[in-house]
């Protein structure tokens, strides 16, 4: 059974970049879709980005691409989220998730991944 733990959320001022780690454990890692979803206040968990780690294809959300970059290390089972030009928008609980091979709009569906992270906290002050 795999798990995923985040890290490397904090404050940071508009424009500024963060990253952040999701460590995984878990024997066929790279065979996994790795995602990060976030919750803004008062709001539904979003799409944030994903990858299918063993075809190296990449996601994101329309209101991400170009800014944040998602990637993965199978040697080390870990997974990155770089977040530039960050904007108060951005500030969220930023979750980790992993699912087994999965395409097309199931990779944007919350329900769709089986594991969770506890959430890192990403606040962006303007």
């Known amino acids: 059974q795999v798990q995923v733990v985040e890290s490397g959320g904090g404050l940071v001022q508009a424009g500024g970049s963060v990253r952040l780690s999701c460590a995984a454990s878990?024997?066929?890692?790279?065979?996994?879709?790795m995602a990060w979803f976030r919750q803004g206040p008062g709001k539904e968990r979003a799409f944030v980005a994903a990858i299918a780690l063993s075809l190296g294809i990449t996601y994101y959300a329309e209101s991400v691409k170009g800014r944040f970059t998602i990637s993965g290390d199978n040697a080390k089972k870990m997974v990155y989220l770089q977040m530039n030009t960050l904007s108060p928008e951005d500030t969220a609980v930023y979750y980790c998730?992993?699912?087994?091979?999965?395409?097309?709009?199931?990779?944007?569906?919350?329900?769709?991944?089986?594991?969770w992270g506890q959430g890192t906290q990403v606040t962006v002050s303007s």
């Open positions: 998730a992993a699912s087994g091979s999965i395409w097309g709009d199931a990779i944007r569906t919350p329900a769709m991944y089986a594991t």
């Open positions: 878990g024997r066929t890692f790279s065979t996994y879709t």
